[in-house]
């Protein structure tokens, strides 16, 4: 998809060869491309028409084609456009970007409790949320209570009690995580409406008792065209006044997101958005359109099953992943929760001075690991994406690099480019791999380290050209499960460089 | 098969007041194709297949399609792209092709393996084959075989109980695959006609429970010659064009035979069908209609049709 783009931006702008600013009529043919992009991404149509409109108007006249790739800077157009129109700044740094919402994107009352009511359509995880939210606050040393206010779906008030007793017993943090639910009223689908309006004011009652801080409402799933049941969600709001009602929204959502958000926004005032099952390959433009119809901020986004798999929401990765652009900005985010600033310069260090040595490498390996399984990474870079949807990456292989490495010795960590044939049979003996194998890893590391001590001295454009080549040559194969790579040596990656340099320019 | 379709049209007779505010009647439609096709309605059907989640591709390949018949005069006022549409529509899903395959006779039980992401709403529409299966007085079995979610097994049971159909299940957070190997032994001893199978909802992205996915099904095979019979992915009716993406993906772990389309009682109009359909070859079966168990219907393409229009 990005690469479409690129290529259609980039064709427009060899025909006008680099002579006048951009006129409605030469543009026109890239937005086209914009507009599929769009779509294929499950924005709104409306949302579609008016955006790219506005993104023309905001092109034509720039004297863009002045610069060095007119086609990149219109495509950073789109970008930035999109940013605002998800609610961000996109003048921001991803570090600035990135700062966490003092009050944990959830804010408080005093006195206590602080209420919170979810709501949503059935099925797009208001439960499982209601659970990382609670595992949220936790962490943030806050109490919670859970209230089960839907009695509609069999077993729902069984889910959120196991899911509170999961939290508290398995999230981290010091504060205690109640549970309010009164099973016995649960009743078939539509029989036991209003009786949720109740249950609510009892848990309120409890939590009060309790000096619970932060009390959350899970609510029924209901079609927002059930007046009966859209009915009762009002009542819960009116009887308990919620400081902040979240709308749950499934990202796989396509576009009837304008429909049911603006008729819950209508109904109850919406005041955050929470985007569920993103860690899908969703592009997610359903985002745009609920933002686009409640003017609500989309608060948090759940990435994958466990408790704590919910992220607060940050426009510049929402707009990247729309245009299929790699996520540069949570790859930061990852590495950065994983390597600490000075073991980034430690490791620098040794490799411009050419002493990286075995061990480093499955620090580093292992580092990059625990981020999360490879393709999941490799799918943020930038041009990566795309290619890699029929690569199978087993990181399997990765345990095997990892046990080639354990089975050598200190000395032949250090120095693995002098392994001679014993040697590397008693470590392929060891470690279960074949001769040819161990051999391999270790010219591999040889030219990796070599790459790594001249690359010390470039500035980051260069070395993300470095990075490129080694990924064609030699860093590629260096993981058996990802060889010949597309999209390293691709050329959507370039777009990163202009991304960095841009944010870099803007700090200044 | 002439017995399955009386009973269907038993349930399509219960459904007349679903129906009512799912399907316009045709003569709303009127309004929108009562007009001379010009360029002008050819863009707003296009919006209007975009809006109900067809996705740029099928959307173009139609629109392309009608637009070669008006330059050529072959095609002049609306309502013949509303025939035009019906008629492709159609050919995309053949009768044959929308009907539930059932093991042939004296083969043992029929094995419907059901699938789908999370909160599609696999277990609803689990409720829903049950009761119609039920209703051909069929001997249905379950099987829990989400032993991970908390709560889907109990809410599966509390199914069961109101259908009167009997579970297996296993320990919570269990091998999902030995349950469903102990539900195949089951259905044989018991002489089941059908044995359901409910699985977790899963993401298409996520390897390893694409590939537990896998085994489940290789369980299956195994134990029963010809299962499963059909497997079934469930689409929530609001899904984007992300569902062609689980379509692949699901059917590289098990071949997928068809969609329940779900929730289909909403404002959604589940176009993201045509789209699987356009890039695939799974047809839909069934649609999901409510939250009662009595809440299903076959998949019909002209309804469909009628349904992406009415406003």
């Not at chain 1, 510049?316 to 949570?330: E, F, K, N, T, W």
């Not at chain 1, 990892?402 to 480019?417: D, L």
Request: aromatic share 4%; proline share 4%.
């Amino acid at each position: 998809m990005f690469e479409r783009l690129s290529d259609g931006f980039a064709s427009v702008f060899r025909k006008l060869s680099g002579k006048g600013s951009i006129s409605e009529g030469n543009v026109r043919d890239a937005m086209t491309d914009v507009r599929s992009a769009l779509l294929d991404a499950d924005v709104h149509v409306d949302v579609v028409e008016a955006f790219t409109q506005r993104v023309l108007e905001d092109a034509v006249g720039r004297e863009v084609t002045k610069s060095l790739k007119p086609g990149e800077e219109m495509i950073g157009i789109v970008h930035d456009r999109l940013v605002e129109l998800l609610g961000g700044d996109p003048a921001q740094s991803p570090e600035e970007a990135l700062a966490p919402a003092p009050d944990g994107g959830i804010m408080q009352v005093s006195p206590g409790p602080t209420i919170v009511m979810m709501c949503g359509l059935q099925g797009s995880g208001k439960t499982t949320t209601c659970g990382k939210l609670a595992a949220h606050l936790k962490k943030r040393g806050r109490s919670v209570m859970l209230c089960a206010a839907d009695l509609q779906r069999p077993a729902a008030v069984e889910q959120l009690h196991t899911v509170a007793e999961q939290v508290q017993r398995d999230s981290p943090g010091g504060a205690q995580v109640h549970f309010y639910g009164e099973p016995d009223k649960s009743a078939a689908y539509g029989k036991a409406v209003g009786v949720a309006v109740q249950v609510c004011q009892r848990a309120l009652a409890e939590a009060r008792k309790k000096g619970v801080d932060t009390l959350i409402l899970d609510t029924a799933g209901r079609l927002h065209i059930n007046a009966e049941l859209m009915g009762e969600l009002a009542q819960v709001n009116s009887a308990l006044r919620p400081h902040q009602v979240f709308l749950v929204v499934d990202a796989m959502t396509g576009q009837d997101a304008v429909n049911f958000a603006k008729a819950f926004h209508e109904q109850i005032e919406v005041d955050g958005i929470i985007l569920t099952k993103f860690d899908s390959d969703t592009r997610g433009g359903a985002a745009i359109s609920v933002k686009h119809v409640t003017g609500a901020p989309i608060r948090f986004v759940g990435v994958g099953e466990k408790m704590e798999a919910l992220e607060e929401f940050h426009a510049q990765r929402m707009a990247g992943r729309i245009l299929g652009m790699g996520d540069v900005v949570s790859l930061v985010e990852k590495a950065r929760e994983q390597v600490s600033d000075e073991e980034a310069a430690a490791i620098e260090a040794k490799m411009a001075k050419g002493e990286m040595s075995m061990d480093d490498f499955l620090a580093q390996l292992r580092t990059l690991r625990r981020m999360g399984p490879l393709k999941q990474l490799l799918g943020l870079l930038p041009g990566v994406g795309s290619a890699l949807k029929d690569v199978h990456i087993d990181d399997k292989h990765l345990d095997r690099v990892e046990a080639i490495v354990h089975s050598m010795t200190p000395q032949e960590r250090r120095r693995p480019g002098e392994l001679n044939n014993s040697r590397r049979r008693r470590i392929a003996t060891g470690s279960g791999a074949k001769q040819e194998e161990v051999g391999q890893l270790a010219k591999q590391f040889d030219v990796v380290s070599k790459m790594a001590k001249q690359m010390a001295g470039m500035n980051a454009a260069a070395k993300v050209k470095a990075v490129k080549e080694m990924g064609s040559s030699g860093m590629g194969s260096m993981f058996p499960g990802v060889q010949n790579l597309p999209g390293l040596s691709g050329k959507g990656s370039s777009h990163m460089v202009s991304l960095k340099s841009k944010f870099k320019k803007r700090k200044k | 098969m002439a017995l399955f379709k009386s009973a269907m049209s038993k349930i399509k007779q219960g459904l007349a007041k679903t129906r009512d505010v799912l399907f316009m009647d045709v003569r709303d439609l009127v309004p929108f194709f009562a007009r001379k096709l010009d360029d002008e309605l050819i863009n707003e059907l296009e919006t209007r297949l975009l809006k109900a989640d067809v996705g740029t591709l099928a959307t173009k390949r139609l629109i392309d399609g009608i637009r070669a018949d008006y330059k050529s005069g072959k095609m002049t006022r609306g309502e013949e792209v509303l025939v035009y549409l019906k008629r492709e529509l159609k050919a995309m899903w053949p009768e044959q092709d929308r009907s539930l395959h059932i093991a042939p006779p004296g083969s043992g039980p029929t094995v419907i393996l059901v699938t789908g992401v999370n909160g599609a709403g696999k277990t609803t529409s689990i409720a829903k084959l049950c009761a119609m299966l039920r209703s051909q007085d069929k001997k249905v079995l379950l099987a829990a075989c989400d032993t991970f979610r908390a709560g889907a097994v109990r809410q599966l049971e509390i199914w069961a109980d109101r259908l009167g159909v009997e579970v297996i299940k296993g320990q919570q957070g269990g091998d999902p695959a030995a349950v469903a190997f102990d539900a195949c032994k089951a259905a044989i001893a018991r002489a089941a006609d059908v044995l359901i199978i409910d699985t977790a909802g899963r993401l298409h992205t996520q390897d390893p429970l694409m590939r537990q996915l896998g085994k489940i099904r290789t369980v299956v095979a195994k134990q029963i010659e010809g299962a499963p019979h059909e497997t079934l992915l469930v689409l929530d009716a609001t899904s984007g064009q992300n569902a062609l993406r689980q379509a692949e993906e699901f059917s590289k772990a098990a071949p997928i035979t068809g969609v329940f389309l779900a929730k289909l009682d909403g404002t959604a109009k589940g176009g993201i069908v045509v789209a699987i359909r356009a890039a695939t070859s799974i047809p839909v079966k069934f649609v999901g209609v409510g939250e009662t168990p009595d809440d299903i219907e076959p998949f019909d393409p002209d309804q469909f049709v009628d349904a992406m229009f009415a406003t």
